[in-house]
């Protein structure tokens, strides 16, 4: 097992599921109910249906809001891939029957559905590194095949390219009417939910695009790491953080007595199911409001959910705290903000090309992007999720460049570990570049306890903390 499959085992047992008890039959459903306000404590079954986001209403976003006198000079953005089947399978239970061929007139509904479909069916002669050009472009199997992405995922992110549209295009006018492939940078893992999930995210933002302008480059690694991703530290951060998950679980008897639970009704051993990762299916079957599985001997069910969603949320808590993770996620996640922050500097000088770029992503890319910046309270990432770094000029001001952060639509500049005190002495509604700069390109490392003049090489070959 690769360190990367380790943590998303270990570090991100995916957040939740849900169903009745009672017999089986798939025409059992559960009414799944709205998030509509927080609740006062931290409840399991509200993370969980945050997590799945469902698509619904149109969401209030703030991405794009500054004084007038602020131009937008670029975009940067992160996304989670969308709503996903599972990559694992509870054993001796029957997989969950869900659809993924995409039906216009199937909830979740979008109106650029149907019309999506067709102008993937024309992308054959697409440019992608290989081995992209081998994926399917939109999902359209009568059973979903383990981790491909669902129509829930397609809309999730048709909604997400749109709202960037109205905003980033319509209002800001970003992209010149007559863009070109060096307008944008586009990159994706080798994963068909990632390619899927970057191209219908593109249409909502560049409906019926010219396929000879779209080039997706591929990434090897889940952490964008490009050719900088021999890092030893990392890795030795990554396995003690590993061993505090393990101890805290070895603590938790209730969580032991629900796996041992969930083995009998299945009929397996304890260890074999919760190799299976079974969080993942239930996780899917809650999103899409499908009974969890019955044997003979029982049903798993609500219950066994909220004790293991319970006891992920106390192991975020302790993670922040011990903060063994944040190591692994500065050395982790600096490829990618440096490659960005390089982007950046290029667009304040006055470059224009790549000014709108777009990574298509999973959990274990985003989650460590966000606790590096340093946003420790945010929630683990959820289906679709996006991370947006906004590039301003002050027009008052051209040579001064500001920036905005956000996440899932909220302003998030403020939190960083960069920029947590600058409002305090400062009017303006954003971030100092030079701040984010001075973060990545140094402060990152002092994090971790270099001296002299520290680097990336330097922190991945010596020890911090």
Known sequence: MDVLTALLLLVHLTPVSTAKNGVSSKSRKRVMPEPVTEPPVTDPIY????????????????????????????????????????????????????????????????????????????????SFESPLHSLPLYPNHPLCEMGELTQTGVVQHLQNGQLLRDIYLKKHKLLPSDWSTDHLYLETTGKSRTLQSGLALLYGFLPDFDWKKIHFRHQPSALFCSGNCYCPMRNQYL??????????????????RTYEDMARIVDVPTKQLRAANPIDSMLCRFCH????????????????FKVIKTHQIE?????????????????????????????????????????????????????????ALGLMEARFP????????????????????????????????????????????????????????????????????????????????REGF
């Not at 409001?289 to 069910?301: E, H, K, L, M, Q």
């Not at 390089?342 to 000014?355: H, K, L, T, Y």
Request: hydrophobic share 35%; charged share 25%.
């Open 47 to 126: 993370e969980a249906l945050l997590y799945c986001n469902i698509p619904s209403v149109a969401e209030r976003s703030m991405e794009g809001h500054a004084p007038h006198h602020f131009k937008l000079v670029s975009v940067h953005v992160f996304i989670r891939h969308g709503d996903r089947y599972p990559l694992y399978v509870i054993p001796k239970t029957k997989r969950p029957e869900i659809d993924c061929t995409l039906v216009a007139n199937r909830k979740p509904y979008h109106p650029k559905l149907e019309a999506f479909v067709s102008h993937m069916s024309k992308g054959s002669g697409a």
């Open 239 to 256: 396995e003690k953080e590993q061993r505090r998950q393990y101890l805290l679980r070895l603590k938790n008897s209730q969580l032991e």
């Open 315 to 371: 192991d975020e808590r302790e993670r922040r705290e011990k903060k063994l993770y944040l190591g692994y996620a500065l050395l982790g996640a600096h490829p990618i903000l440096n490659q960005t922050v390089n982007r950046m500097q290029r667009a304040a000088e006055g470059r224009r090309e790549e000014v709108f770029a777009l990574y298509s992503a999973h959990d274990v890319t985003l989650s460590p992007v966000l606790s």
């Open 382 to 461: 959820r289906f679709a999720a996006r991370l947006i770094l906004e590039l301003w000029q002050d027009r008052e001001k051209p040579s001064e460049h500001s920036v905005r952060i956000l996440y899932n639509g909220v302003d998030v500049t403020f939190h960083t570990s960069f920029c947590q005190d600058h409002h305090k002495h400062s009017s303006k509604p954003m971030c100092p570049l030079e701040n984010l700069v001075r973060f990545v390109k140094r402060d990152m490392f002092v994090a971790l306890g270099s001296s002299g003049s520290p680097n990336y090489y330097d922190a991945c070959h």
């Open 289 to 304: 409001n499908v009974s969890f599985p019955c044997t003979r001997n029982g049903c798993i069910d609500m219950e066994h």
